[in-house]
């Protein structure tokens, strides 16, 4: 996988958007930790987000794999049209 795009501003809020390299599949996500609020970093090898601030590490729909966070991160529906990613709440 890789990172497409990392936009802080946008109508949803933050959206960090990674691609599955083989099946092309995008994958979007609110990158701000549940914990307090600092961006998670995408961990290709491991296939999670972590947050360099306290360790706390999300599956790639969102939920939490390694406390100290609690709560989900916000996940959202995404598809390419002409070359653009559109992301959509779920
Ligand atoms: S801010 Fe992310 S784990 Fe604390």
Redesign the pocket.
């Known amino acids: 996988m890789k990172i497409l795009k990392l936009k802080e501003k946008t109508s949803l809020g933050a959206v960090l958007v990674i691609r599955k390299s083989k099946s092309q599949k995008l994958i979007a996500v609110n990158p701000i930790?549940?914990?307090?609020?600092?961006i998670?970093d995408w961990e290709a090898e491991e296939n999670i987000f972590l947050?360099?601030?306290?360790?706390?590490e999300f599956t790639t729909e969102g939920k939490v794999q390694n406390e100290?966070?609690t709560k989900l991160l916000s996940t959202y529906k995404t598809k390419i049209e002409k070359n653009t990613v559109m992301v959509t709440r779920t």
Request: net charge positive; with cysteine; aromatic share 0%.
């Open positions: 930790c549940t914990h307090l609020r600092c998670v947050c360099p601030c306290h360790a706390s100290p966070a």
